[in-house]
């Protein structure tokens, strides 16, 4: 079975804090891609970045970081130095194979930046 | 602009009254996918398409269809709506099928079945 667990359901920070957000995933595969997404206030989703369960270097992209561990299968993304244009609800996603073409969602991370 | 436009954004509706909800992009996606987000679910998959006539069932494909006679449209169909159904609707196309593509997400489509 396919699964993300994404356990934090809100998290609230004051700015200028740092944040990780916990995802967790099963899969029997092992073979497959792990992304985030973010969605704002506003609705739309926004891709943040993706990663091959082949790769587990960790990636730095500005003020986000994303820590990839297989031996625990999880994919945990952190914001340095939030700020108030970082509250969103954050999804963690899987597509395992053997087509790539179904995506499993968490259930979302509300994150609440406070000026 | 490159987009995926949803049509009607808000929709209330009542109890078995057929409706579609249009999905339209001008990207020349090959791939376009379909999800609901419900509170405390997340967003779940309900039907993808890899091209024009492929389409096929994500995890919760139950009450819905969809039809891909054109590359650029991908609506969904609900031909009995329950009040079950009532959520918030994401269309998404990649230009490729895979998860090594970006997937493009519509502005969503708020639903509310009575």
Known sequence: AQKVTQAQTEISVVEKEDVTLDCVYETRDTTYYLFWYK????????????????DEQNEISGRYSWNFQKSTSSFNFTITASQVVDSAVYFCALSPPPTGNQFYFGTGTSLTVIP | EAQVT????????????????????????????????????????????????????GDVPEGYKVSRKEKRNFPLILESPSPNQTSLYFCASSLLAGPQETQYF????????L
């Open chain 1, 39 to 54: 969605q704002p206030p506003s609705g739309e989703l926004v891709f943040l970045i993706r990663r091959n369960s082949f």
């Open chain 2, 6 to 57: 949803q049509n009607p954004r808000y929709l209330i509706t009542v109890t078995g009254k057929k409706l579609t909800v249009t999905c339209s992009q001008n990207m020349n996606h090959e791939y376009m996918s379909w999800y609901r987000q419900d509170p405390g679910l997340g967003l779940r998959q309900i039907y993808y398409s890899m091209n024009v006539e492929v389409t096929d069932k």
């Open chain 2, 106 to 113: 519509g502005p969503g489509t708020r639903l509310l079945v």
